[in-house]
């Protein structure tokens, strides 16, 4: 991690820069050029004339850099002649409103928590959207929290884009493709997290990997009804999902009674309300259920008998982040037990929260189950990152244990919600996500600085 220093500004007319008394340059003469996202402007660096171990900056160089006055913290690194001002991480989103108190929704909160982290790290984030983009000028009016409240200052073009979107839709839009092209073609901004997880395409992906082929459970796109018949011949029951869905909205358990030969189907209705149906044939099941829906859009997965908690089938939430170093760790694990006659574990479903301490208090098993999810969880990212493109950083994936204690993949998010985090037992995991998610971007940005080539997909 770069070292991280506090930072003081001071009047003066002239473009100077004091640097820390412990700071140890890589040559023996000072830079010549400051660096800040893709700003640059010459200055004259000299050793703090009090011999502080902190940054100083005049107001006149702090003013032409367009660094925001409350900034309290930074990291220093050099290349060449330049020495860099720390790391500026755009973090690109939509659902922007009037409000001050709320400037993005009900999601200000959370791009709240994530700003907060930023003086620890020595990173300067911000929150900006297509309209916030100053393209003559190569500034961007983003949105900045510094502990007492939203503000907008105007800054340079970022070192890095964290993506942010919330939605398929806001994603699928023109001008965001149009963006995005533009910030790394022509300015070689590294753009990470980009694209929402298609179901069936990342099965498809990785089923040939043999390195994870063992977690993932037969998954097909909707062919026949006999490929349903014959699914769940084998596996007792089977999930209807859509391929795009998020939240368990849409997903359908189907299940056969051999010796009533009926067939069941649970769900979740439009209102909300758990619901389980019978029907004499698959067929009249499906031409009912599905009435008006196209069966192209939902892909069939094999259903798994799972850990139970009071007969209520537990999953686990596993969030995976790459760190500062570009490495893969697992930063938070969860148990989720489904709600009483719910298909899916979410919470909007009558889904609760344990830890796993919870859920196995014998602490040999709590540590055999630890080890197993971190192990495929671990495994499963450098999968994904190798067959899915541009720069992954972080994912969330449902994972179960069927009662033989096999590991399986049901799903992987590369915006995970972050509803595991309301459990007492999980904040300090909360933290470290959102840490992690920016350290990821201090990792890009020294990639593109001294090993450009590298970055290039």
């Not at 006055?69 to 290349?79: F, G, N, P």
């Not at 002649?81 to 659902?95: N, Q």
């Not at 990342?202 to 063992?214: A, G, I, N, P, T």
């Not at 069941?264 to 044939?281: A, I, M, P, Q, W």
């Given at each position: 991690?770069?070292?991280?220093?506090?930072?003081?500004?001071f009047?003066?007319?002239?473009?100077?820069?004091?640097?820390?008394?412990?700071?140890?340059?890589?040559?023996?003469?000072?830079?010549?050029?400051?660096?800040?996202?893709?700003?640059?402007?010459?200055?004259v660096?000299?050793?703090?004339?009090?011999?502080?171990?902190?940054?100083?900056?005049?107001?006149a160089l702090?003013?032409?850099?367009?660094?925001p006055?409350?900034?309290?913290?930074?990291?220093?690194?050099?290349?060449d002649?330049?020495?860099?001002?720390?790391?500026?991480?755009?973090?690109?989103?939509?659902?922007f409103?009037?409000?001050?108190?709320?400037?993005i929704g009900?999601?200000?909160?959370?791009?709240?928590?994530?700003?907060?982290?930023?003086s620890?790290?020595?990173?300067?984030?911000f929150?900006?959207?297509?309209?916030?983009?100053?393209?003559?000028?190569?500034?961007?009016?983003?949105?900045?929290?510094?502990?007492?409240?939203?503000?907008?200052?105007?800054?340079?073009?970022?070192n890095?884009?964290?993506?942010?979107?919330?939605?398929?839709?806001?994603?699928?839009?023109?001008t965001?493709?149009?963006?995005?092209?533009r910030?790394?073609?022509?300015?070689?901004?590294?753009?990470?997290?980009?694209g929402?997880?298609?179901?069936?395409d990342?099965?498809?992906?990785?089923?040939?990997?043999?390195?994870?082929?063992?977690y993932?459970?037969?998954?097909?796109?909707?062919?026949?009804?006999?490929?349903?018949?014959?699914?769940?011949?084998?596996?007792?029951?089977?999930?209807?999902?859509?391929?795009?869905?998020?939240?368990?909205?849409?997903?359908?358990?189907?299940?056969f009674?051999?010796?009533?030969?009926?067939?069941?189907?649970?769900?979740?209705?439009?209102?909300?309300?758990?619901?389980?149906?019978?029907?004499?044939?698959?067929?009249?099941?499906?031409?009912?259920?599905?009435?008006n829906?196209?069966?192209?859009?939902?892909?069939?997965?094999?259903g798994?008998?799972?850990?139970?908690?009071?007969?209520r089938?537990?999953d686990?939430?596993?969030?995976?982040?790459?760190?500062e170093?570009?490495?893969w760790?697992?930063?938070?694990?969860?148990?989720k037990?489904?709600g009483?006659?719910?298909?899916?574990?979410?919470?909007?479903?009558?889904?609760?929260?344990?830890?796993?301490?919870?859920?196995?208090?014998?602490?040999v098993?709590?540590?055999?189950?630890?080890?197993s999810?971190?192990?495929?969880?671990?495994?499963l990212?450098?999968?994904?990152?190798?067959?899915m493109?541009?720069?992954?950083?972080?994912?969330?994936?449902?994972?179960?244990?069927?009662?033989?204690?096999?590991i399986?993949m049901?799903?992987?998010?590369?915006?995970?919600?972050?509803?595991?985090?309301?459990?007492p037992?999980?904040?300090?995991?909360?933290?470290?996500?959102?840490?992690?998610?920016l350290?990821f971007?201090?990792?890009?940005?020294?990639?593109?600085l001294?090993?450009?080539?590298e970055?290039?997909?």
């Open positions: 991690m770069l070292k991280t220093y506090k930072i003081e500004q009047r003066e007319k002239e473009y100077i820069l004091y640097l820390p008394s412990r700071w140890e340059p890589e040559k023996a003469d000072f830079p010549k050029t400051a660096v800040l996202g893709t700003k640059r402007q010459g200055v660096c000299k050793r703090h004339p009090n011999g502080r171990n902190v940054i100083g900056i005049s107001s702090a003013k032409s850099m367009n660094l006055e409350k900034v309290t913290a930074l990291s220093l690194y050099t290349k002649d330049c020495l860099y001002l720390g790391v500026l991480i755009g973090v690109f989103t939509s659902g409103t009037n409000f001050k108190l709320s400037p009900e999601r200000s909160y959370f791009f709240r928590k994530l700003l907060s982290v930023q620890s790290l020595g990173v300067i984030p929150i900006f959207g297509e309209k916030h983009i100053d393209w003559e000028n190569g500034l961007v009016n983003g949105y900045f929290h510094f502990g007492d409240g939203w503000v907008t200052e105007t800054v340079p073009f970022p890095v884009i964290y993506d942010r979107l919330p939605n398929r839709r806001s994603e699928k839009r023109k965001y493709k149009e963006i995005k092209d910030l790394q073609r022509e300015y070689g901004i590294p753009w990470y997290n980009p929402f997880f298609n179901k069936l990342l099965f498809e992906r990785l089923e040939s990997d043999e390195s994870v082929s063992q993932l459970p037969e998954t097909h796109s909707f062919q026949s009804f006999e490929e349903i018949e014959r699914m769940l011949s084998l596996y007792k029951h089977v999930f209807i999902k859509p391929k795009n869905g998020s939240l368990g909205n849409g997903i359908h358990k189907l299940t009674d051999r010796q009533a030969q009926d067939y069941y189907c649970r769900f979740r209705d439009t209102e909300g309300k758990n619901r389980l149906v019978r029907f004499s044939s698959l067929e009249r099941l499906m031409n009912s259920v599905f009435k829906r196209s069966l192209d859009s939902f892909l069939i997965q094999q798994i008998s799972l850990l139970t908690e009071d007969s089938p537990i686990f939430r596993i969030h995976t982040n790459k760190d170093k570009g490495s760790q697992v930063s938070a694990m969860a148990g037990v489904a009483v006659g719910s298909v899916t574990s979410h919470a909007n479903n009558g889904g609760v929260v344990k830890s796993l301490a919870e859920l196995f208090p014998d602490p098993r709590n540590t055999e189950v630890e080890r999810l971190k192990e495929a969880a671990l495994r990212s450098h999968a994904i990152e190798c067959n493109e541009g720069y992954i950083g972080e994912i969330g994936f449902d994972l179960g244990i069927d009662e033989d204690g096999s399986w049901f799903e992987a998010n590369s915006k995970p919600g972050r509803a595991i985090f309301s459990h037992h999980l904040r300090n995991f909360d933290k470290l996500t959102r840490k992690l998610a350290s971007g201090v990792f890009l940005s020294q990639q593109a001294h090993h450009p080539e970055l290039m997909q």
